[in-house]
């Protein structure tokens, strides 16, 4: 066998080899000066210094090039380039400067640039958001298990992989219990890989092959394993392919597409009517000397029907919202969450941790014959185990002792302190059994050093059970552990009871009656039903050849207890499954936990009624698809169900029409989770693997958050309705006060395209954007949800936008047949053509009232405080006086072909444009009464 050799990190700086494959785990450690204590932290330091931070530097996979080109890609713009150029032969024709067709181009780079930078900025955006919930692991350094983010991890440092989480850098195997990776991210093999410490390989083992090594990216699907770190960063195999991984997702959301599908219908509506316009025009006259004239018109409607400020405030308002929702707790991992949140319409909630606090004091313990209290508080294992009000001796309890021992060897957590502050390490569940052993006089350290876990089967959702063998190694353990090696398993009580055949008693070991089962059984339920998670322990002598294949030896096992521990319900949840329901949303529990335990907890929170039906995972089996569909309304709590049954409730409530978000925290939740519509991850407990198949991630695991993160999100949606019908209806009203002068017989186009990008991208861009920061309706959380396929045009957008267009129109088209007769009196003093400037005015003044009165559709203007959106009264002063400015200053009137209005043409513009905002609010004012009369028939 040929190995490579490979440096040692003190006599080079070039990076290891990637031969590690060749070396025995202990060969390993020499080159990398490490051993299974770890680094020292001075040591990691130094090496952090030379190997710099464990990160991928992210390729785009977009050049900047290519962002800015598909910026022009879009066709609304693809148009406007159309008419600057027809724009700029006209005017070359005549001789004039080509005013248009500059400020038309130059609004296409504008937008093109802006776009760029939109979404770079997107794109960075989002990559930091992921830093956000970017790994911790579990690292041993200087001896110590301590958690850190996985950036920092260095070569030779010692870390400990367990079911879920993504391998953080490339290590050679130091040793694994039935240790299954999936490297699908590095060799597109998706069936878990069984990984195999003990093993060396030759030099050309394939990547696939190399089972004693874990690549960094690549998830554990199950068991458990320590690995010393060789590569970190860039090194890394997934380093040498960075530039295809880690892409941030910035697809469209379903409303982006809508609107590009929206872009097309403008574009091919507006050549209809540009050639309408064209030949009636030509008809009409039969003066072929009007086309240039027609064809202007033609342009101008063009540039009129295209909203080209919409999707810029689309994109900003998207992203305030994803600011919004983080603030709250809520981390979006993928855009198209931001909108649909809004349209959930039940939520499927894991219990621990996400309606309680994940945050376990172990009550009670339940021995064959006795029932013990504990006291104290926390994690600190400073407390007492009562028995009737008094102390106990655990020496004298044998059946206390075998489980208090079971409680710290079946065990994966570690109890750490400053001063009087106890914290855990690892599952809280665990860590509550090493406090209350903690109180019985079992320190965990000394327990563990005087023993070896020779085997073991951990815990997953599935098994809902966690065996181990222990092999003691100092005599001192040996008087407390009668036999060596011992089976230690803990679980759900119902599980490990099916597998036990006798029980401990006081101080002898009994065959385990139907009766004496049927006692465990009613004393599970006594205390599940009292809201306590309870498990239950056994333990089981083996022989010593026998630890090899240890589910075969998972039965016959002896009866040790029941432990009742406390997991109280989050104090916001109430409120917060509450304001679900008044908001059309149904909460739902879905627990792996004990179903009484699940029902009071339920009842607690508001979340099922006494006397609800709970459906357990066995039921669930029981099932057939249509049966379950038919049975899923009617079930709000869901108790000892394992994954793949979630994956079948998401899909029964999608069959039934629900709009589903889902947590999940397990490994097994992934799938569950990209069924969901929003599937929803743990910032805090989750796993790597749920994380990346989530769309949105709970900083603080709080359910609380799911419903805060559902309010912004229909805010959001809102805002978006509130400015489209803002913008497409001024659009609207342009194009027919445009089409209307040649039919009116009026010479010359009223508005030139300079004009209406002004009004598209200035006077209504700014309104637009502050609408997108308008606050709650104070009913957003009191009405149902909407139905996330409506279109965008549904319940009355497209009929408001079309009547708020005509509205516009015929009022300007009113103010513009008076003006035109006004500028062509023979007494009129000023230019003639200043009737297309008191047009344009009137326009622009119009969508002022309307960005006022738009701000609710039920409320008054007056009714609504200015102070909660002053944005818009601003955006209003703003844009109104850069307007006047427009009108009166030379320079800008000569740019975009204006005349000065005399006070009282200005005060006529005024008074046409305000009775678009009267008459909106009369029509809110008889809405109301509409509504009123309905109610009280
Ligand atoms: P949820 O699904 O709401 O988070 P859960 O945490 O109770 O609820 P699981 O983690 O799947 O769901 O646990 C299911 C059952 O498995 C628990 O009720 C308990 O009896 C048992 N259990 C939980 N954690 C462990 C563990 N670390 N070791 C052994 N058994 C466990």
């Known amino acids: 066998m040929v190995s490579r050799p490979i440096p040692s990190i003190p006599s080079s700086t070039r990076p290891l080899g990637n031969a590690w494959h060749t070396l025995t785990s202990q060969q390993a450690m020499s080159p990398l000066e490490s051993d299974p204590n770890g680094l020292t932290d001075d040591k990691a330091r130094h090496r952090q210094d030379r190997y710099g931070l464990n990160e991928l530097k992210e390729g785009t996979v977009r050049s900047p090039w ?74 041993v350094r200087s001896g110590r298990e301590q958690e850190q983010d996985a950036k920092d991890l260095v070569p030779g440092d010692v870390v400990l992989l367990e079911a879920g989480v993504q391998v953080p850098a490339d290590g050679r195997l130091l040793n694994a219990s039935n240790l299954q990776i999936r490297e699908a991210a590095l060799t597109g093999e998706s069936e878990a890989i069984i990984k195999r410490p003990e093993v060396t390989l030759p030099d050309e083992a394939s990547l696939g092959d190399r089972v004693n090594l874990v690549y960094q990216g690549t998830e554990v699907l199950q068991g458990r394993g320590t690995v010393l770190v060789t590569q970190t960063g860039m090194q890394t195999e997934l380093g040498r392919i960075a530039t295809l991984i880690q892409s941030v997702e910035t697809e ?45 018109v033609s342009l101008s ?66 021995t064959f014959d006795t029932q013990y209290q504990i006291t104290g508080e926390g994690y600190s294992p400073i407390g007492r185990i009562l028995e009737n009000d008094q102390a106990v001796k655990v020496e004298e309890c044998p059946a206390l002792e075998a489980l208090l021992i079971a409680s710290v060897f079946c065990n994966d957590a570690n109890l750490n302190h400053e001063g009087s502050l106890w914290t ?18 079992f320190d965990q350290s000394r327990l563990k050093k005087s023993s070896n876990r020779v085997a073991e089967i951990p815990f997953t959702s599935e098994r809902k059970r966690m065996s181990v063998v222990i092999q003691a190694c100092a005599a001192e353990l040996l008087s407390l552990m009668p036999e060596s090696p011992m089976m230690f398993m803990k679980g759900s009580p119902e599980l490990v009871l099916d597998q036990c055949s006798f029980v401990q008693k006081e101080s002898e070991v009994e065959p385990l009656t139907a009766d004496i089962k049927q006692g465990v059984l009613a004393a599970n339920n006594r205390m599940a039903a009292q809201g306590l998670r309870v498990l239950g322990f056994a333990m089981k002598p083996l022989e010593a050849s026998s630890t090899e294949n240890l589910e075969t030896e998972e039965q016959n096992l002896i009866w040790l207890g029941l432990v009742g521990m406390l997991d109280a319900p989050r104090p916001e949840v109430r409120t917060a499954v509450a304001a679900c329901r008044r908001a059309g949303i149904r909460p739902v529990m879905i627990t792996g936990d004990h179903q009484l335990t699940a029902q009071v907890i339920a009842e607690s929170l508001g979340i099922a009624q006494p006397g609800n039906a709970v459906l357990t995972g066995y039921d669930l089996t029981q099932l057939s698809t249509a049966e379950l569909e038919r049975t899923v309304p009617n079930v709000s709590v869901y108790a000892r169900v394992a994954p793949e049954h979630k994956l079948r409730i998401v899909q029964a409530l999608q069959k039934r029409g629900e709009f589903v978000a889902m947590t999940g925290d397990g490994v097994n939740d992934a799938p569950a989770l990209k069924q969901a519509d929003i599937g929803i991850a743990m910032g805090v407990t989750g796993t790597d693997v749920s994380k990346e198949a989530s769309d949105m991630v709970l900083l603080d695991d709080n359910f609380a958050t799911i419903v805060a993160a559902t309010e912004e999100g229909r805010v959001v949606y809102d805002n978006i309705r509130r400015f489209i019908k803002y913008i497409l209806g001024s659009n609207i009203g342009e194009v027919l006060t445009i089409a209307a002068a040649p039919l009116l017989g009026l010479g010359g186009v009223p508005l030139t395209p300079l004009q209406i990008l002004w009004m598209n991208l200035v006077t209504d861009g700014f309104p637009a954007l502050a609408l997108a920061m308008e606050p709650a309706e104070p009913n957003v959380m009191q009405r149902p949800p909407h139905n996330p396929k409506e279109s965008i045009f549904a319940r009355g957008l497209g009929a408001y936008m079309l009547r708020v267009g005509l509205l516009l129109a015929i009022l300007t088209i009113g103010l513009m047949a008076w003006a035109y007769r006004h500028t062509h009196a023979a007494t009129y003093s000023g230019d003639p053509d200043t009737w297309k400037t008191m047009v344009f005015t009137t326009l622009c003044l119009a969508q002022m009232g309307h960005a006022l009165a738009v701000r609710s559709d039920t409320q008054l203007t007056l009714q609504l405080s200015p102070f909660s959106n002053l944005y818009v009264w601003g955006a209003v002063l703003l844009t109104t006086g850069l307007q006047v400015l427009l009108i009166y200053v030379p320079i800008f009137q000569q740019f975009f072909g204006l005349y000065a209005l005399s006070a009282i043409e200005l005060a006529i513009c005024f008074g046409f444009s305000s009775l678009v905002f009267v008459w909106l609010e009369a029509e809110k004012l008889f809405i109301r009464q509409a509504m009123k009369r309905a109610q009280s028939k």
């Open 424 to 441: 855990i390490l690892g599952d809280p569940t665990e860590g509550a059994l090493l406090a209350l052993a903690g109180k019985g006089g």
């Open 66 to 139: 290519v962002i800015l080109w598909d910026q022009f890609k879009n066709i609304m713009l693809l148009m406007l380039i159309a008419v600057a150029i027809v724009s700029l032969i006209l005017d070359l024709q005549e001789g004039g400067f080509p005013k248009d067709a500059i400020a038309i181009f130059a609004i296409v780079l504008l937008n093109g640039i802006l776009g760029y930078f939109q979404e770079s900025r997107a794109e960075k955006a989002l990559a930091a958001l992921k830093n956000m919930t970017s790994p911790r692991v579990r690292v």
């Open 252 to 296: 469209p959301t379903p409303l982006q597409q809508r609107m590009g599908q929206l872009g097309n219908v403008l574009v091919s509506g507006s050549l209809v009517l540009v050639a309408l316009v064209v030949v009636i025009g030509l008809l009409r006259s039969g003066d072929l000397s009007l086309f240039d004239e027609l064809l202007e």
């Open 301 to 366: 409607m063009a540039v009129a029907v295209v909203p080209e400020g919409l999707p810029a405030v689309i994109t900003v308002t998207l992203a305030l919202g994803t600011q919004r929702m983080v603030r709250r707790h809520a981390l979006i991992r993928k855009l198209p969450a931001v909108e649909t949140l809004g349209s959930v319409t039940t939520i499927c909630s894991d219990k621990t941790g996400t309606l309680t606090q994940n945050k376990m004091v172990v009550q009670q313990v339940q």
